[in-house]
């Protein structure tokens, strides 16, 4: 009989994150995937990072977690978005060399966990709770804790004009149906999202002297706290744009699209339509940017990003072709839709257990999202909450003050999502207190604690809170005269246009420090009202409610309220208010009968 403590199902950047996290606290870890030498591939563009994104992937590096660190080891171009706004929007993107960064992550878990080749066929169950899982229709393997994060596999389906097929992505034409079935016969609510990607085009039929070029910057910044600097090669992206031309072809063969013809039935990503979508939508528009994105230095690939479709072979042949630079492209691989599975995420707990089975976690796009990062985060959480839970230790909740990571996670568990999640800036109400360069101030602490971050990490973050301590101090101390007044240093640099590395003393300290030093001078008053508001959010989260909690006892609420509140069984006060319907009366209720009857 074979078992061990956590067996982790699909080798994604989730699965990665899972697999990490529980080896590190100690666990005994089987990962679960269709194909090893796929580990941590890229199925969509070859880039980590983006507005909201990029500050999860600093959070993931702050808790001790794989993709930064991955990131600057194989990236070929990085930039600072929103560098022209506040830095409270500021969001690192690498791109990455897709091979690279696969070989990399493939080679990191095969020295960390043991990896069974094969498809998880059922679930095992006992009075409610997870012992293990089938493999093959034929062997059993048993474990305390299952993370399940199978990504686009879950009874995918793939379309490329009529054409379809059962496959997780087009290189591996394989789908997890049969766990798709377990899922909804233990009672799970399946949903149904879509998602898609872009045709591959050979860089050497590129006509690049008629492209705009877009360089990273100079100097790169590395993603991961632990890298000083960016040793690799770096390359351009280059930008073209769709016309008249290309939008009328995609109009004439409208009525071939499985999006328009209704083939397609899932819900698609609103803030990444396809070029159908945005033709249709932004009728407008006379162009739409497609940004010419490398896949490596040694690989001769290029993938547009912006042209994302499913229409048929011969239209995509025909439009891309349209396109300025493109005009004698050679196209290596088809752009296609994707369809598959997903679980309500109304049905997990903060923790990623999941409300119906004990023990079983869920973590990436089976919660409903859709990006890399959005899956690694909630994989490293997974795995950390699964291998808490064998220890009998209490769990990680992050909290919407806290990351962005704890904003993503108390959407999909109080409001649930209707269409695929993406990350955003907007999200986040206290974007200003949670950035990422402060990233690891917020969170390495609990990393450390965890056993993900080692002592010489720590020691780093520890070294760069006292230095921002100091250097306030020191700015506080001295003087400069202005309009015949003397002013401190601390008090000039919150003038518009005035800057630490202005001033000779900024070799005496790292850069690091300097920026997180100099925002949270500049806007202090924000900060201080942010926390104000901090500290309101904390009153209700303070306030837990037992998982056991009958509401129905409480007089005074609605019938439809109680019905919302034991479906959802939040955690905590805090949570509870942010449940759709639930009202600010009803939360007054519940908070008088917690306090007189449990307090």
């Known amino acids: 009989m074979k078992k061990c403590d956590v067996i982790v199902i699909g080798g994604g950047h989730s699965g990665i994150e899972s697999c990490m996290a529980c080896k590190k606290m100690g666990m005994d870890v089987l990962l679960i995937t269709f194909e090893k030498e796929k580990i941590g591939y890229m199925s969509c563009n070859p880039a980590i990072g983006g507005v909201g994104k990029g500050q999860i992937v600093k959070e993931i590096d702050a808790l001790g977690g794989e993709m930064a660190k991955a990131t600057d080891k194989m990236g070929i171009q990085f930039r600072i978005l929103n560098s022209s706004k506040g830095p409270a929007v500021w969001s690192s993107r690498a791109q990455v060399d897709r091979e690279k960064y696969n070989e990399y992550m493939k080679n990191l878990i095969e ?57 997780g992505r087009i290189e591996d034409r394989k789908a997890s149906q049969k766990l798709s079935k377990k899922l909804k016969e233990l009672g799970f609510e399946i949903l149904r999202f879509k998602t898609g990607t872009c045709a591959r085009l050979d860089a050497d039929t590129i006509n690049f002297s008629v492209l705009t070029p877009q360089f990273g ?23 073209t744009y769709t016309n008249e031309k290309t939008h009328n072809i995609i109009r004439k063969n ?82 296609y839709g994707i369809e598959h599975d997903v679980v309500n995420p109304l049905q997990i707990y903060p923790t990623l257990e999941t409300k119906i089975i004990g023990n079983l976690f869920l973590a990436g796009q089976i919660n409903g999202t859709t990006g890399y990062e959005e899956a690694a985060c909630q994989g490293l959480i997974a795995g ?28 999909l568990t109080t409001k649930g999502t209707n269409e695929p999640y993406r990350m955003f800036t907007s999200r986040v109400e206290y974007r200003l207190l949670i950035r990422e360069d402060n990233a690891d101030i917020r969170l390495r602490e609990i990393g450390y604690k965890l056993g993900l971050v080692s002592k010489e990490e720590w020691e780093k973050t520890k ?82 409610i037992p998982p056991s909690f009958d509401y129905n006892k409480i007089p005074g609420l609605s019938l439809e309220i109680k019905e919302k509140l034991s479906k959802f069984k939040p955690l905590n006060l805090g949570q509870a208010s942010r449940i759709p319907g639930i009202t600010p009366s009803a939360i007054s209720i519940l908070l008088i009968y917690i306090k007189k009857h449990f307090s």
Request: charged fraction near 30%; proline fraction near 6%; charge should be negative.
């Open 217 to 239: 910057d100079n100097p790169p910044r590395p993603f991961s706290f632990s890298t000083d600097k960016i040793e690799i090669e770096q390359l351009p992206c280059y930008i």
């Open 254 to 335: 409208l009525n071939r699209s499985p999006l328009f013809t209704g083939k397609i039935k899932g819900t698609g990503v609103r803030y990444c339509p396809s070029i159908e979508d945005k033709v249709v939508k932004f009728p407008h528009h006379p162009r739409h940017h497609v940004f010419l994105e490398p896949e490596g230095k040694d690989v001769r690939i290029y993938y547009p990003n912006g042209i994302s479709t499913s229409l048929p072979i011969d239209v995509q042949d025909e439009f891309i072709h349209t396109i300025k630079g493109l005009e004698n492209v050679k196209i290596l691989r088809y752009g």
């Open 111 to 167: 020295e960390n966990v043991d990896i069974f080749e094969g498809e998880v066929t059922d679930l095992i169950i006992e009075n409610g709770i997870i012992k293990g899982v089938e493999i093959n229709e034929e062997e059993i393997i048993y474990s305390k804790c299952v993370i399940l994060s199978p990504g686009t596999f879950l009874n995918g389906v793939i379309h490329i004009g009529f054409e379809s097929f059962p496959a």
């Open 384 to 411: 950390i909450n699964a291998s808490l839970k064998i220890k009998n230790k209490p769990p990680l909740i992050l909290d919407r003050t806290t990351s962005y990571i704890g904003v993503l996670i108390d959407d």
């Open 463 to 544: 070294q760069k809170i006292e230095n921002i301590e100091k250097l306030k101090n020191l700015l506080k101390t001295k003087k400069i005269s202005i309009d015949g007044k003397k002013v401190s240093l601390f008090e000039y640099i919150r003038r518009p246009g005035i800057k630490i590395e202005d001033f000779e003393f900024k070799n005496e300290f790292d850069r690091n420090a300097l920026f997180t030093c100099e925002v949270e001078i500049k806007y202090a008053p924000y900060i201080e009202r942010n926390l104000k508001e901090i500290e309101e959010f904390k009153n209700l989260e303070r306030i837990k």
